[in-house]
């Protein structure tokens, strides 16, 4: 499975993003699908992850109520919309598939993904 992410760019506090994850080579059927970011001199972590059914959302407590993750099958596409963009969410963005359904405790983790993008820049102004 290759992972392409996009959307990233450059916006002011308060403004929206809507992030993709486009998977080629094969379905995301039965995948989970996760978001991560990386700020500058940080370790990456968890942002929000879907299971492929969309039965089940997760987010990190950080974006929760301002980030949604959902998916759409007949693109095979995972989105990210970021809504109330703060200065601390300026980060690069990756997604990541893991081709199986995970545990609770796996889904937060890095450990859990198989496949990743390559990342997606997101930076927000003050």
């Known amino acids: 499975v290759q992972l392409q992410a996009s959307g990233g760019g450059l916006v002011q506090a308060g403004g929206s993003l809507r992030l993709s994850c486009v998977a080629s080579?094969?379905?995301?059927?039965?995948?989970?699908v996760g978001w991560f970011r990386q700020a500058p001199g940080n370790e990456r972590e968890f942002v929000a992850a879907?299971?492929?059914?969309?039965?089940?959302?997760y987010y990190a407590g950080s974006v929760k109520g301002r980030f949604t993750i959902s998916a759409d099958h007949a693109k095979n596409t995972v989105y990210l919309q970021m809504n109330s963009l703060k200065s601390e969410d300026t980060a690069v963005f990756y997604c990541?598939?893991?081709?199986?359904?995970?545990?609770?405790?796996?889904?937060?983790?890095?450990?859990?993904?198989?496949?990743w993008g390559q990342g997606t820049q997101v930076t927000v102004s003050s």
């Open positions: 879907i299971t492929w059914s969309g039965t089940n959302t």
């Open positions: 080579g094969r379905t995301f059927s039965s995948y989970a």
């Open positions: 990541a598939a893991a081709p199986r359904s995970l545990s609770t405790a796996l889904v937060f983790t890095e450990r859990g993904y198989d496949y």
